[in-house]
Every structure is written in C-alpha cells, then in structure tokens.
C-alpha cells in the first residue's frame, strides 16, 4: 500500500519509509532543478525512516555518487555510495558554509555537476574537494547550488531484505523472499533474474561439474568488490545489460546471492553496485559490495 503522500503504511510493511526521487547523475538532478519540473519525474527509491532521519518527498532525494573525489575526511563519500540531499532553493551560499553541496556550472552553454564542500575565503567563496589530491576551485557567478548534502544512506536504508544478508536458502526460498512465484524459466534455468524493480544473480563461484556453456569468470577480489561475467547474449547495450550497468541510479536494485557449488544452496549477499565493465557478450561486470562480505563470508568465498 503506496501513500498519497509518498509514506507507505508503517502497519503493511512494519517499516515506515517514504518513496523519494532517484536521479542517475548529478547532472539530471541538477536538470531537474533548473527547470523546475516536478520532482515525482525521478525514478522513486523507498528510504527507511527513524527518529534520527525524517525525509519528505518534496524536499528531498537521491542520488548514487560518481567518482572519489569526496573520498577523505571522517566521513569519506565512495562511488556507488547512495547519497541524500535536500534542495537549497531560497537558501543563501552564507548559511551553507562548511556544508558537502551540489553544484552546476554553465560553461558554454554546456552545464556540468559535482559535489564539493562550501568554504569562504577572503573576497568570496570557494569549493573544495574533501579529497587532499584534488586543489579547491573558486566559486564564480556560473555556478548555482542546488542541494545541500544530508547523509550517506546505508544498506538498511534502502533495501527491505538487508536483514536478510548471511541467510542461506533455496532458489524456491529466494523467490518466495521476493514475493515471486518459482516456476520454470528463469528462475529455474538462468543465473540473472528480473523481478519488478530487483535484478536478481545467482552465482556459483565452483562451476566444476556444471555444463560447459556455465563456464564463467566470477569471483570476489576482496570483501568489497564482486567480478561477474554475463550471459552470452547480453551485452553492453542490451536492455539486461543497461539494467544492470545504469543500476541504481535507474531505480533498479542489483541484489547478489552466491555458494560455492552446485550442491550448495545460496548465501545472500545484498545490494551491489556497478563499478566498472569491459567485453560484450559476455561482458565482465566489477560491482562494489555496499556491505562488506562478514569475517565468515570471506574466509569461504574469497580465495
């Protein structure tokens, strides 16, 4: 049950979250704001709320971060980290000083986005990267502040299953966790399932015994990083591969179950974000786990 005013029934689902927009970029945010379109254009994204986080449709979104140049400081922001913001409209530069802000710059009648920290140095303001690599760069009359950055949301925040990472179950039991009927077809035969907003893979890193055409490179690097190859059939530009490559920015979640044999049943790993890829049919897919494989999940699956 879906709220009219973007809540969703804390008594249905025992969580009380609000669906906010998801924009693929910063640029697309920032597009949006510029024109003044209405915000429920954005793919829509649930957010857990608490005492601690109130969110509002209106006022608030997400965007998953591109780049490192945030990546320093107490509170370092990574690629493929799921970002909060608020928009600043009728918010001077005075009162956001000190504050991580989305910024759009107009250079040629091109416009472009980052996300920088608000400074004020004498004679102006300047915008600087909480990365030491990357030098601060002066605030101009071309560029705008769209949104003041909030908060990094983690895994509990954005996926209802995270409770469920470390579990262990079936093919059938997995279906039945997202509320799909396990019937012939791809969630019998294939290792890459779509259901509704949840692209769903289902790995098997021993592949010995299994047919030849099942012979794919999948591995973990470390706890954090995740090398999946595809399908034979899909590639780069194919609607399965941009569902997963354009993830989650597009409003679908990428969701990782794996074991170590075909003997085994899967181990739910969460909600992993595209990093990286190369080749078509098959392409090789580097995600980013956004919650690290536990002490007893590496000692298993990483070699």
Not at 20 to 46: D, H, Q, T, Y
Request: net charge negative; proline share 5%.
């Amino acid at each position: 049950f879906q709220a009219e005013d973007g809540i969703r029934d804390v008594a249905v689902t025992g969580v009380q979250t609000c669906a906010l927009p998801i924009f693929p970029s910063f640029e697309v945010a920032c597009g949006v704001a510029e024109a003044m379109e209405p915000v429920r254009k954005g793919s829509m994204i649930e957010v857990k709320e608490d005492r601690a986080l109130s969110v509002d449709t209106e006022r608030n979104f997400v965007v998953f971060a591109r780049g490192d140049s945030m990546a320093g400081g107490p509170s370092p922001i990574h690629h493929g980290d799921a970002l909060l913001f608020e928009w600043t409209r009728d918010v001077s530069r005075a009162d956001l000083v000190g504050d991580r802000v989305l910024i759009q710059e107009k250079v040629g009648g091109k416009s472009r986005a980052y996300l920088k920290r608000l400074a004020r140095v004498q004679g102006g303001f300047e915008l600087v990267s909480d990365s030491t690599a990357e030098p601060p760069v002066e605030a101009t009359s071309d560029m705008q502040v769209i949104a003041r950055f909030i908060h990094k949301l983690d895994q509990s925040e954005v996926n209802p299953l995270s409770d469920h990472i470390g579990e262990i179950r079936t093919k059938a039991q997995v279906a039945e966790l997202y509320g799909a009927t396990y019937t012939m077809g791809p969630w019998v035969m294939s290792g890459h399932v779509r259901h509704e907003s949840d692209e769903i893979l289902f790995v098997t890193l021993n592949k010995k015994g299994m047919a030849e055409d099942a012979q794919y490179e999948d591995f973990f690097e470390s706890a954090e990083r995740f090398v999946w190859s595809s399908q034979n059939q899909t590639s780069p530009d194919s609607g399965q591969g941009r569902n997963l490559l354009e993830s989650p920015g597009n409003g679908q979640k990428v969701h990782l179950w794996v074991r170590r044999t075909k003997k085994d049943p899967f181990e739910y790993c969460g909600l992993v974000l595209p990093i990286s890829h190369e080749g078509s049919k098959p392409m090789l897919v580097t995600f980013r786990l956004m919650t690290p494989l536990s002490e007893r999940m590496v000692q298993r699956y990483v070699s």
